[in-house]
């Protein structure tokens, strides 16, 4: 039976997988968007791919187990839709990552500040169509390419978990899906599919990419939520879903294959098993042993278990 949970205060479980995203998604926007913001003229858009995909699996592996990894609402929302974690949880992390992106944009903000030259005003990482496009992408391209980004990174993350914690092998499949979208997606709009990371640094860019800023909040949910729906027609329905912390009441839940309807009438009928008693140990063989051949033995028969 679940615990009851004062509405006023958040169960420790909750706050452990509340803090792992705020903590998380602080750190994916102050490294992975700090290598666009800080050496981008060194690494080129293919090191800025592998600093997005290698800060996400290296935080996949060091907070997957605690909250998910999420660090990105729509990857959230999916999680929502999917029914493996409550209204009430994805409202959480939506607030702890939307403001671990602002700390870790203002973060970066100052680091950014402190190196000779660099500019941050109307750029700053921030995503963006049009002129501030690399290949000067219009309106609904950004929205189409974000759109199908954001559904790759969500459906690879709903099939290769099955729930909610990050374990195994699957921080690698993210790492690489989020690097690959990242190659593809630099060109075309700088990559949100992640509309707290698109948020932050656009809060301090100001300007157009701030008054952009609202095509990457609404495309990469779009694609998430496109990405549930596929993933529920391809997937049985009624797979085990498991959940990243087994005590963490009101927060995740987890699916169960339904019994099977046959078996369960069969056990009622059964009723409680009967243990078997335990078989006689054989007797040593040879002449006077008892046997198919040998008839009776010729000495009175030890007791069992002697």
């Known amino acids: 039976m679940d615990a009851k949970l004062d509405p006023m205060k958040l169960d420790p479980v909750e706050t452990r997988t509340v803090a792992a995203e705020f903590i998380g998604t602080l750190l994916l926007v102050f490294f992975a968007v700090g290598s666009a913001v800080l050496a981008a003229d060194y690494i080129g858009a293919l090191g800025i791919a592998l600093a997005f995909g290698f800060t996400l699996l290296a935080l996949a592996y060091a ?78 391209g950004a929205f189409l390419a974000e759109v199908v980004l954001t559904f790759l990174l969500v459906f690879v993350w709903l099939a290769v978990t099955h729930k909610v914690a990050v374990v195994g092998f699957g921080p690698l499949a993210l790492g690489f899906t989020l690097a690959l979208v990242h190659l ?91 243990r078997r008693p335990p078989e006689p140990p054989a007797g040593p063989a040879g002449p006077g042993a008892g046997g198919p051949k040998g008839g009776p033995s010729d000495g009175p028969t030890p007791p069992i278990g002697l």
């Open 63 to 140: 907070l997957g187990p605690v909250s998910g990894s999420h660090l990105n609402p729509a990857v959230t929302l999916a999680m929502l839709l999917q029914g493996r974690i409550t209204l009430r949880t994805a409202i959480e992390y939506w607030i702890a990552q939307i403001v671990g992106a602002i700390i870790g944009a203002a973060l970066l903000l100052l680091l950014a500040k402190q190196v000779p030259g660099l500019s941050t005003d109307g750029t700053f990482g921030s995503n963006g169509f049009g002129d501030r496009s690399a290949v000067h992408l219009n309106t609904g």
């Open 184 to 274: 593809i997606g630099v060109p075309l709009t700088g990559a949100s599919v992640n509309p707290a990371r698109s948020l932050g640094p656009a809060l301090f860019a100001g300007g157009d990419a701030f008054s952009q800023v609202w095509l990457f909040l609404v495309a990469p949910l779009i694609g998430a939520a496109l990405a549930a729906f596929v993933h529920q027609i391809v997937q049985p329905h009624g797979a085990p879903v498991l959940i990243a912390d087994e005590r963490a009441v009101g927060g995740h839940r987890a699916y169960e294959l339904p019994p099977d309807p046959a078996e369960t009438e069969a056990g009622r009928h059964e009723g409680p098993t009967r």
